[in-house]
Each structure stands twice: as structure tokens, then as C-alpha cells.
């Protein structure tokens, strides 16, 4: 009897931490300031893929309290997008430590980059390049 007890108890216990463990992939997941500390960033996945949206930003209202609008959008029909939940990360997929095939959009300017993301203990690195890496920019956000 105390051996089935002593089954049980560390079943149980082997049990619940086998489900207390997040995955890696699933670290990136959650709330992000970016590197000017004007944006926040949610960090959501949807199947196995894994996106961001802006939820806060200093500027992404107008004075009179409604919703900016994504205007340096080179595309016209996306020019009345609300930057309030615009989707600026898409399409990730983790790969051995990284968060890789994706695209980041940068609402400043307009343009839509090839990018990567990798933990680096509290920061998550973040490179957006065009054709190769080398041809690119490192910025570094931190939880929030």
C-alpha cells in the first residue's frame, strides 16, 4: 500500500511539472516595450506561428482621443488601418532558439522588413534586414 502511494505521489508531482513548463517557443510570448519605450508590443501565437501587435503607444493617438492612423503605409487602402492592435509582427516560426521567417512592419516609416527575434535572457533581440542579415538593424526590447 505505501509503495502505490509513493506511485501516485510522484506521478502526480511529474505530472504537474511536466505541465507547469512553458515550452520554449512559447517565452516570447507576452508583453514587450520597444527599444524608444513609446510602444508596447503583444506577442501573441495562433496556430504554430507567432505575431505582435501594438496594444499602447505614446503616439498613437490624436488630441482629440480617437485612434492615429497607419499614414506612411505605402499602400493607400492600408492607410486608414488604426495603429491601436496594428499587427507589426508576422508569420514567426521557432527554430532552435529563434523566432525566425517573419516580417516586422515599422508604422514610422512604412516599411516592411525580413526579421528574426531571439531571447537574450530579460531582451528579446530583434533584427530587421532587407535580403540578407547583414543588411540590417538590431533593436532591443524588454518586457513590459
Given at each position: 500500500?505505501?509503495r502505490?502511494a509513493?506511485i501516485?505521489?510522484i506521478l502526480?508531482i ?7 513548463q512553458?515550452?520554449a517557443?512559447d517565452?516570447v510570448l507576452?508583453?514587450w ?5 513609446d510602444?508596447r508590443?503583444?506577442i501573441?501565437?495562433t496556430?504554430?506561428?507567432?505575431y505582435?501587435k501594438i496594444?499602447w503607444?505614446?503616439?498613437?493617438f490624436n ?5 492615429r492612423?497607419?499614414t ?5 487602402k ?5 495603429l ?12 532552435d532558439?529563434?523566432?525566425n521567417?517573419?516580417k516586422?512592419?515599422?508604422p514610422?516609416s512604412?516599411?516592411?522588413?525580413s526579421?528574426f527575434?531571439?531571447?537574450d535572457g530579460t531582451s528579446?533581440?530583434?533584427k530587421?534586414y532587407i535580403?540578407?542579415t547583414l ?10
Amino acid at each position: 500500500m505505501k509503495r502505490l502511494a509513493f506511485i501516485l505521489i510522484i506521478l502526480i508531482i511529474s505530472t504537474g511539472s511536466i505541465f507547469a513548463q512553458t515550452p520554449a517557443a512559447d517565452r516570447v510570448l507576452g508583453n514587450w516595450l520597444n527599444a524608444e519605450k513609446d510602444a508596447r508590443i503583444e506577442i501573441y501565437r495562433t496556430g504554430n506561428k507567432y505575431y505582435g501587435k501594438i496594444i499602447w503607444g505614446k503616439n498613437i493617438f490624436n488630441p482629440d482621443g480617437s485612434s492615429r492612423t497607419d499614414t506612411k503605409n505605402p499602400d493607400n487602402k492600408l492607410k486608414s488601418r488604426l495603429l491601436l492592435n496594428l499587427v507589426i509582427l508576422t508569420n514567426f516560426t521557432y527554430d532552435d532558439g529563434e523566432w525566425n521567417g517573419g516580417k516586422i512592419y515599422d508604422p514610422k516609416s512604412g516599411k516592411t522588413y525580413s526579421c528574426f527575434m531571439k531571447l537574450d535572457g530579460t531582451s528579446l533581440k530583434i533584427k530587421g534586414y532587407i535580403g540578407i542579415t547583414l543588411l540590417g538593424r538590431t533593436t532591443i526590447w524588454t518586457r513590459g
